[in-house]
């Protein structure tokens, strides 16, 4: 059973920014895909099981951009 969710990251203004996040989120153990989309800020993430907020947050982090929250 695959749990889908949406987040809003802001900071991301191009495919290098979507890269980056993109590449983070997929380090999280379960996440099976990711798709960053700059011009809306939205990326949403789809795993194995619902993740936590604060590892998303960790890992958007760690791209340079920041976790506004569940879209």
């Keep these: 059973m ?3 969710a949406t987040y809003k990251v ?3 203004s191009c495919g290098h920014c979507e890269g980056a996040v993109s590449g983070e989120i997929s380090g999280i ?3 099976s895909s990711v798709k960053a989309v700059a011009s809306t800020g939205e990326v949403t993430v789809v795993s194995d099981a619902a993740l936590s907020e604060e590892d998303v947050r960790a890992a958007v982090d760690e791209a340079g951009f920041e976790l506004v929250g569940v879209a």
Aim: glycine share 22%.
């Design 2 to 4: 695959s749990v889908s």
């Design 10 to 12: 802001s900071g991301m």
């Design 29 to 31: 153990p379960g996440v």
